[in-house]
């Protein structure tokens, strides 16, 4: 099935840890994105990358880091400098960032949380 | 400052009752509104996307339109199943590489 997996569904970080949630697409998309979700608050920009070895910081990329290698993958690594790392964390895809209107796909999340 | 508000919050109808979301924005330009459905524990599912006033998406027992300030989703006779948290998205002219996304609003369908 075409689609977009994000592992683990689950993660425990103890405090100081980095730890790195995996996002891979089958769809052929260019474009790759994450996101993190809080109750009550929308989805917020963490990195986004267009084309393979090219990546941008969204709204909230502070603590964060990732790289993106092969089309299909974009891995998000959670430093220990992230200070409220426990959220919803959301990978997702489209055709091109930059065109007009394309849809953005979303994977079925990674729950983090800090011990 | 480009912004996006969903109202309500939450909602709760019976089976069968129509009722309708809002989604507003107040933004610098639009290049299109997205509405996604999003289940408990889940990633949000594409429902529609809309790019100019006036311009209206059906899918089942949904329907999304929109005109220059705000978007709505329309529920008519809704069903349980359609119980879910519904968000809506825009995308900019400026830095269209991202979304700006509500708060959402939580539907519940009592049987």
């Not at chain 2, 459905?37 to 790019?51: A, C, H, I, N, V």
């Not at chain 2, 311009?55 to 999304?64: G, I, N, T, V, Y």
């Amino acid at each position: 099935d075409g689609g977009i997996t994000q592992s683990p569904k689950y993660l425990f970080r103890k405090e100081g840890q980095n730890v790195t949630l995996s996002c891979e697409q089958n769809l052929n998309h260019d474009a790759m994105y994450w996101y993190r979700q809080d109750p009550g608050q929308g989805l917020r920009l963490i990195y986004y990358s267009q084309i393979v070895n090219d990546f941008q910081k969204g709204d909230i990329a502070e603590g964060y880091s990732v790289s993106r290698e092969k089309k299909e993958s974009f891995p998000l690594t959670v430093t220990s400098a992230q200070k409220n790392p426990t959220a919803f964390y959301l990978c997702a895809s489209s055709i091109a960032a930059a065109l007009s209107g394309n849809t953005i796909y979303f994977g079925e999340g990674s729950w983090l949380t800090v011990v | 400052e480009d912004q996006v508000t969903q109202s309500p919050e939450a909602l709760r109808l019976q089976e069968g009752e129509s009722s309708s979301l809002n989604c507003s924005y107040t933004v610098s330009g639009l290049r299109g509104l997205f509405w996604y459905r999003q289940d408990p524990g889940k990633g949000p599912e594409f429902l529609f996307t809309l790019y100019s006033a006036g311009e209206e998406k059906e899918k089942e027992r949904l329907k999304a339109t929109l005109t220059k300030k705000e978007s709505f989703l329309h529920i008519t006779a809704p069903k349980p199943e359609d119980s879910a948290t519904y968000l809506c998205a825009v995308r900019l002219l400026q830095g269209a590489q991202k979304l700006v996304f509500g708060q959402g609003t939580r539907l519940t369908i009592n049987p």
